[in-house]
């Protein structure tokens, strides 16, 4: 399950389409909240954690937000982990590449937090900004 980030008028393939599982989704949209809050209001980021359609509906704003998240990750070079989550896993990945779901009382060294997503993605959604002209999270 994940969250589909349409652009609303893309001006290149990169700004046509973003995708985050639920995972790496909500620590982006703490990120968005944190850094935008004066430009997208409290409704629509509201809107923004679920599907439904909310977003930012034009190039300009989008840009002053990529713009902001890019001097955020001049600044931030381990991604966004929600440490504060009861969700935890393994930090060690299983052979798949996945992680596993690891028990409350874990030994917290050997676990993270389930919400991550890591700075090569969050680049990824500033060029999706960029070029979007506007998105709707669906």
Known sequence: MG??????NP????????R????GWRPLHLL??????DLI???TMHGMSGNDGCGVGDHFTCCKIADRITIWLENNTDGIELEDSSCRVYKKAEESGGHRFA???????LTM???KIHDEHIAEFVTFLRCCGGFAVC
């Open 32 to 37: 968005l909240n944190h850094l935008a809050n």
């Open 11 to 18: 001006v290149s393939e990169e700004g046509v389409y973003f």
């Open 113 to 115: 937090s389930a919400y």
């Open 41 to 43: 209001d409290e409704e």
């Open 3 to 8: 969250m589909d980030v349409n652009g609303i």
């Open 20 to 23: 985050a599982n639920v995972w």
């Open 103 to 109: 028990p409350k009382d874990e030994d917290p060294s």
